[in-house]
């Protein structure tokens, strides 16, 4: 499956971004599909992930009761609404899509399919 994210840009502290991860070729109700960041000079953190079986949703620490994912199967796209954004936001995300074991899904190898990443700038 490929992926394209985006929605990204520079917001301010205390706004509210959407990101949108738009998949092709195959539907992403068959796959878990992930949400993923990176700040400058860290590793990539899982933000959030949606399941492809019943919706169940999983979120990091950092960013839970803050974003939300979400999944609509007509359109074969997967969001990440962020409200609230921290400066501490500011980072690259990506999306991702695979089959990961509950145990492993906040995992980046767990995923076998990347999107480009969209970067999300929050401003103090």
């Known amino acids: 499956v490929q992926l394209q994210a985006s929605g990204g840009g520079l917001v301010q502290a205390g706004g509210s971004l959407r990101l949108s991860c738009a998949a092709s070729?195959?539907?992403?109700?068959?796959?878990?599909t992930g949400w993923f960041r990176q700040a400058p000079g860290k590793e990539r953190e899982f933000v959030a992930a949606i399941r492809w079986s019943g919706g169940n949703t999983y979120y990091g620490d950092s960013v839970k009761g803050r974003f939300t994912i979400s999944r609509d199967n007509a359109k074969n796209t997967v969001y990440l609404q962020m409200n609230s954004l921290k400066p501490e936001d500011t980072a690259v995300y990506y999306c991702?899509?695979?089959?990961?074991?509950?145990?492993?899904?906040?995992?980046?190898?767990?995923?076998?399919?990347w999107g480009q990443g969209t970067l999300v700038t929050v401003s103090s």
């Open positions: 991702a899509a695979g089959t990961p074991i509950l145990s492993s899904l906040r995992l980046e190898t767990a995923y076998h399919s």
């Open positions: 070729e195959r539907p992403l109700s068959r796959y878990t």
